[in-house]
């Protein structure tokens, strides 16, 4: 035995062993218990309640969901939510970071003060904080009656009713993959090292845009509901407002809050991009006769980007598990849906397996894929001097 | 990276006057700024200060109708509440001791008299015994509260102090098992990091709180608060061992070479030549990752536990006071501001001291 743990290969070797043993129990030991408890409790485990229908209705949904639909049905209402709010949220909040990126290396010091004041304000309130005062603001509004009106819109504290199209919801849908698309294409062209250098580049561009528009405004001429105008306007009548989009302000104060404290975090990251930015860089762009703007947008932006792109990768999947917030002010989100379910049906470990695998699978998804950008754009070997 | 040779701004050296005037551009968004912040400033100091109401001398909100500005007389009614929550009113004062013990205890800990493992592993685990002792009871003749009962700003700042006690030592342990040769231990711990730290921490203090007691043994459950606090615990030490690894990992390899030729054992090397100059490379995402930390205790709300915003919520939410929500928000936010906000500047401190002399 002792000639056994003289020997380093034969330690590592029952070490591993003995740790593997003990996850290993730790994980049978849990089961065990587990089983017990449910079959204890007389709740069938397994995953037949996902087809059982749920019985009550939730507030924002995407795609039609009433009481009458299964669990599984609810879980993909939430998983929706989940994704439209984290795509709005981390697209708002890179745009307030870009902003007040700008102001904090502005040349004027007046800016480069409210830049700082933002952002010592926002970074330092917990975000549930302020989306629950985001929250409260908005529901304490005026009413319908006496809501806001401006640009066609109304805001109350019903929420808040901007100017649609009467569209059907597929085709609406169909043509926003496609305007998304023709975007993703467009910026290809303009990033690709290959196509960017084609003397019809900028042909190329435009044939993507227009093609873009003929075939979204098809899609949205199609997807018309007839015998109604196509624009639909929010309008008061009676104590409510009718038509329109309605925007609740359960998910509006989510936006809201991951804008503000999103962005204070992306600005700061930003920042840091500008200043490793070398002054050369500036410089050069400037004595070949650039223009400020082209300054900016050609070389100071994209270096800046490239620089800190695995840090702003993080913060986008730190924002988009930041959208678990929904449950403080009654936002069906993801997180939501099966902490409800799990009050609802009674099973809990099942539907906790549900939420945090589908959590791994969208975070690594999101990671993946802009991990492939950055390796895509990542500037390499003499791009990095400064 | 040279960024902090660079300066952001063009001709710091320039009197602040000639680069708010310098071109006629910058005049024109110079003044309109000024003017901006200046009005806004008036309107929010008349509705802050002026205008506003501080006291309530018969503890009724009769003071603050019909007044424009802001009405803090709900918080010198109801500031119990905010910060004690539901403890006990004629206990509050051991209550606001813990507190004011845990402060100090983190004051004393910036100090660089304490920056030695066995000083600061001493201070933190006295002084989180004496909050214990003072908040639970049950010796020295103080009367038991259970956890409970326990509320606003103090449990926030006890499952921040637990979660840190337990997390720091988690983390080290989390980031020597992943940096470890033995292929088994540094793949499973990769994999159990990179799961915690790509869920969001709700998930994982729900799971704590509400799905533990399934798989566990009755006599293993013990009470939510500490499930909870190992969870907050776990979710912390995941990103923070990563910081660690990271620190270890910037390490020039000839210094374990060195320890190794030396013919110090694992242990040795670990505890005098990695883990110092490691701790000390990861300082600054450190203190980062504890900022963040103290925001995310706020999250405890969502289980159940009534802390500084659970109990600002209650305090405005019975009736009398509901028109009082923006002032009872902003006190809360301002609670978290000057614990949040310190402790960044003394991060930032840190960082511009530990980096003179390393050029």
Known sequence: MKSLLASRKARAFLLQAVFLIAIVG??????????????????????????????????????????????????????LNTLFLGLLGIVAANIVGLVVAMLRTARNPILNLLGTIYIEIFRNIPMILQVVFWYALLTHLPPPKEALQGLGSFISSRGTYIPGLNVSAEFAAISCAIALAAVMGIVTVSMSRKLSRLNSARLIRWAIALFAVCAVALTLALGHEDGTPLMSMPELRGLNIRDGIRIPPEFLSLLIGMAIYGGAYIAEIIRAGFLSVGKGQAEAAQSLGLTPWQVFSRVRLPLAIRAVLPTLINQYVWLFKATTLGIVVGYTDFFAVISVSINQAGQTLELIGILMLGFLIMNNTIAFLLNRVNDAIALKGSQLRS | MSVDTLSPLPGRKQSLLSRLFSRPLDVVISVTVLLFAASVLWQLSKWAIIDAVWTSPDATSEVCRGVSGACWAVIDVRWRLIVFGLFPYEEQWRSSLACIVMVIVAILSCVPMFWTAIRLSALWIVGFSIFYALMAGGVLGLTPIAPDKWGGLTLTVFIYAAGMLIGMPMAIALALMRRATLPVIARTTGIIIDSV????????????????????????????????????????????????????????????????????????????????????????????QFVISFKETSLIVIIGFFDVMASGKAAYGSGEWSFAWVEVYVFVALIYFIFVFSLSRYGAYLERRLRVGQH
């Open chain 1, 26 to 79: 730790v994980l049978a030991g849990a089961y065990v218990q587990g089983s017990r408890n449910i079959a204890a409790r007389g709740i069938t485990s397994g995953f037949e309640f996902l087809t059982r229908t749920t019985g009550f209705n939730v507030g924002f949904k995407l795609i039609d969901y009433s009481g009458y639909d299964s669990f599984a049905r609810l879980i993909l209402v939430g998983l």
């Open chain 2, 197 to 288: 730290r790509s869920l969001p921490l709700i998930t994982i203090l729900f799971t704590a709180a509400l799905v533990l007691p399934f798989v566990l043994p009755e006599w293993l459950l013990g009470d939510k608060i500490w499930r909870v606090i190992l969870g907050f615990a776990l979710f912390f030490a995941a990103y923070e061992a990563e910081n660690i690894r990271s620190g270890i990992q910037a390490l020039p390899s000839g210094q374990e070479e060195a320890a190794r030729a030396l013919g110090l054992t694992y242990w040795q090397r670990t505890s005098r030549i990695i883990l110092p100059q490691a701790l000390r490379n990861a300082l600054p995402p450190t203190i980062n």
